[in-house]
């Protein structure tokens, strides 16, 4: 049984979990050492909020697993649900956790204490949205069978508006508050590859973002994801952000089916509709 917390935690990080079988023992191996770290802080806590989608009985024996790590500094908690986005699964994550610092932790990728204990210190000193140098392990196979590997520190550059505004700089450790959140406002979820995209660029019209010091965690890129593949759908979308965003000289040639899909006036929860602030309403949604 989970120990019982000791009021509410510093951080909450939000994992969306959907055919993650792959990667399953990786992730717990991760949580372990990362549980083990905040043992050796005098009050830090952390919640984990994971988000199981139409969970496979690999991904629900993992979540009990992690469960039983909890102590008085380390929460988990979970909940089922029918697939769907990975945006509507952060929407419902930070709707449930309890955290007033939020963070995401992927799967596939690994997280260090440090910079979570960063973060929060920074949004308690006035910062609300911090991002953080992070190591990228890139993965590929040479003449498709030798593996292959390499490792690479991606610093946090200082901020610069304008160079925010036309590339996705914060990587995928950025932490900001929930203030931030409530006024930013939820991740859109028409998007299933580059939401986070489309709320860092409504984030900046709100905050300045602050580099963090300290090595966020490791990255993996398998030249898997449609974020990196260069598909018909990422194309679309990132053209609807930019549309939506005045950035249309980034635009490339996309599908115009697909792009026809999105609102770029609204913001879609659930199925509920929301305006973006700078675009007037409209009365019904692009989406078909």
């Known amino acids: 049984m989970t120990a019982p917390a000791i009021g509410s935690p ?43 989608n139409s969970p496979s009985a690999a991904e629900l024996h993992a979540a009990g697993g992690l469960d039983q790590m909890g102590s008085s500094r380390f929460r988990v908690r979970s909940v089922q ?8 699964s952060w929407n419902r994550g930070i709707r ?3 955290g007033g610092v939020l963070g995401f932790w992927n799967v596939d ?5 440090s910079a979570v204990v960063e973060a929060v210190a920074g949004v308690r000193s006035g910062a609300s949205l911090m991002y953080f140098p992070y190591v990228i392990d890139r993965r590929w196979r040479k003449w498709g069978f030798v593996p292959r590997r390499r490792r690479t520190l ?10 925010f505004r036309r590339a ?30 489309d ?19 490791v990255y993996v890129n398998e030249y898997r994801g449609l974020s990196v593949s260069g598909s018909e759908r990422a194309i679309a979308e990132h053209n609807a952000i930019y549309a939506r965003h005045g950035l249309t000289d980034l635009t490339q040639p996309a599908d115009e089916a697909l792009l026809a899909e999105y609102d770029v006036r609204r913001v879609r929860v659930g199925s509920t509709w929301q305006a973006v602030p700078g675009f007037p309403s409209s009365p019904e949604p692009a989406v078909r």
Not at 81 to 88: C, P, Q, S
Not at 109 to 113: A, G, K, Q, S, V
Not at 154 to 163: K, L, M, Q, S
């Open 10 to 52: 510093d951080a909450s990080l939000v994992v969306s979990l959907f055919h993650s079988e792959r990667y399953l023992k990786g992730f717990v191996r991760d949580v372990r050492r990362f549980a083990n770290d905040i043992e050796l802080t005098s009050t830090f806590m952390v919640e984990l909020m994971l988000v199981l």
């Open 81 to 88: 649900v029918a697939r769907e986005t990975l945006y509507a």
């Open 96 to 98: 449930l956790a309890t």
């Open 109 to 113: 990728d690994c997280r260090y204490l």
């Open 154 to 163: 991606y610093p946090a550059v200082e901020f610069d508006p304008e160079v």
């Open 168 to 197: 996705f700089r914060l990587g995928p450790f950025f932490m900001f508050s929930r203030a931030l959140y409530e006024d930013v406002g939820p991740f859109d979820e028409q998007f299933s590859i580059s939401g986070d995209l």
């Open 199 to 217: 709320w860092s660029l409504r984030a900046q019209r709100q905050t300045a973002f602050v580099p963090g010091s300290r090595v966020a965690g």
